[in-house]
């Protein structure tokens, strides 16, 4: 997907800077979310390789580290890895697509897709899970954040750095079962204050080898 990749680099290359400035300590303000990172964290197990994708500035990336997690991140925008390397000098930060990961089969324990799918056109969002479930090993978690809707269809919304999708959780959870995953959890909470839209939270699994 070199266009759409293109676009979205460029896009965030452009904000890079202020994007840290505003969300580096944005899980001060959402407890669950907090919450969801642990259980995540717990259930991938003390020491787990984990891929924060799409880790903007590395904050998230920081926090599964915090947690306990052998944690790394991966990113479209050389800004953004830029930043997240001088921030967290310690950790492992990676220029690349989600489409496209160099990774091998089953290597990861966990993947963390905070609010970074958002972006992809629904086409090419199967490709993407599919990626997703090979890096994983079986038994591995995915925990996966975007915007709620409540149409079937993902709808378009104008974001304020490149275009975005909503996703119903439903329609997106039958795209995850269809990539091989089984459901763990799923949660949806209301907009806080400054917030657009609903915000959901959706943890599935690799299934273990039988």
């Not at 984990?50 to 790394?72: I, N, R």
């Not at 800004?79 to 390397?85: D, F, K, V, W, Y």
């Not at 970074?116 to 490709?127: D, F, G, N, Q, Y």
């Amino acid at each position: 997907m070199p266009d759409t990749s293109t676009a979205i680099r460029s896009a965030y290359d452009a904000v890079a800077h202020l994007y840290a400035d505003l969300f580096t300590d944005v899980l001060k303000s959402f407890p669950l979310e907090r919450a969801l990172l642990s259980a995540f964290a717990e259930l991938v197990g003390p020491g787990a390789r984990v891929a924060d994708l799409g880790c903007g500035p590395g904050h998230l990336t920081a926090h599964l580290s915090a947690l306990g997690l052998s944690a790394f991140g991966v990113d479209l925008s050389p800004t953004m890895i830029s930043i997240a390397r001088a921030a967290n000098p310690d950790l492992e930060f990676t220029e690349g697509s989600m489409a496209r990961l160099d990774l091998p089969d089953a290597g990861l324990a966990g993947i963390l897709a905070f609010y970074s799918v958002i972006h992809t056109p629904p086409a090419e969002l199967p490709p993407v899970l599919a990626e997703f479930h090979r890096v994983l090993e079986p038994g591995g978690h995915l925990m996966l954040g975007f915007f709620a809707g409540d149409d079937p269809e993902p709808q378009a919304f104008d974001h304020k750095v490149v275009t975005a999708y909503r996703w119903s959780p439903t329609t997106l959870l039958a795209l995850l079962r269809a990539s091989g995953f089984t459901d763990v959890a799923e949660v949806v909470r209301e907009p806080q204050v400054g917030e657009r839209f609903r915000q959901a939270q959706l943890l599935v699994r690799k299934p273990a080898t039988p």
